[in-house]
T-cell receptor, first 111, second 113 residues
Framework: TQLLEQSPQFLSIQEGENLTVYCNSS?????LQWYRQEPGEGPVLLVT?????EVKKLKRLTFQFGDARKDSSLHITAAQPGDTGLYLC???????????FGGGTRLMVKP | EAGVAQSPRYKIIEKRQSVAFWCNPI?????LYWYQQILGQGPKLLIQ????????DSQLPKDRFSAERLKGVDSTLKIQPAKLEDSAVYLC???????????FGPGTRLTVT
């Protein structure tokens, strides 16, 4: 059982559509990060959220940390083929120093 | 600035054989991490070094896996003997210090047959 559950596991959409992916846990995280990983590469950090209820925007990507710091969402507006990849959430659990990853959402954006 | 380097990129071995992976972190980064990413899953931390000391190796299968970072720079991860379930991508990451942003290398894809 993973500490961080991501949904959906797979998502295939057309260019221009909007989408939201979720990261949920029964545990409280001191901070939560979102990464994107492309085939044959390591994950690349997109954002870190620290405060419950925090919302961060990165161009067409909007990240939200739940009020109770147990969940997070990533919303992409007007998806583009370049957004294709594996989106991973990861968190530091209970102020510890070990980064725990979710299983990821594999996104494919078709032109 | 050069990123995290890993080699080899791909390795195929038979079960019960040995294998070693090498990682060169970003210059000046004190903290180094090894992760295992099984197909369809997120990365799982195996071991974390702070300079040349081990900070956390609670998820490292110590009966077959070993890792070292002797001079506090490069690191090697060894598996001896390998099992089929060790097939995965092994990612190395480094950060300026513990708790700072982690930068990942491209990984080594290991296939055990």
């Amino acid at each position: 059982t993973q500490l961080l559950e991501q949904s959906p596991q797979f998502l295939s959409i057309q260019e221009g559509e909007n989408l939201t992916v979720y990261c949920n846990s029964s545990s409280v995280f001191s901070s939560l990060q979102w990464y994107r990983q492309e085939p044959g590469e390591g994950p690349v950090l997109l954002v870190t959220v620290v405060t419950g209820g925090e919302v961060k925007k990165l161009k067409r990507l909007t990240f939200q940390f739940g009020d109770a710091r147990k969940d997070s969402s990533l919303h992409i507006t007007a998806a583009q083929p370049g957004d294709t990849g594996l989106y991973l959430c990861a968190g530091f659990y209970n102020a510890g120093n070990m980064l725990t990853f979710g299983g990821g959402t594999r996104l494919m954006v078709k032109p | 600035e050069a990123g995290v380097a890993q080699s080899p990129r791909y390795k195929i071995i038979e079960k019960r054989q040995s294998v070693a992976f090498w990682c060169n972190p970003i210059s000046g980064h004190a903290t180094l991490y090894w992760y295992q990413q099984i197909l369809g899953q997120g990365p799982k931390l195996l071991i974390q070094f702070q300079n040349n000391g081990v900070v956390d190796d609670s998820q490292l299968p110590k009966d077959r896996f070993s890792a070292e970072r002797l001079k506090g720079v490069d690191s090697t991860l060894k598996i001896q003997p390998a099992k089929l379930e060790d097939s995965a991508v092994y990612l190395c990451a480094s950060s300026l210090r513990d708790g700072y942003e982690q930068y990942f290398g491209p990984g080594t894809r290991l296939t055990v047959t």
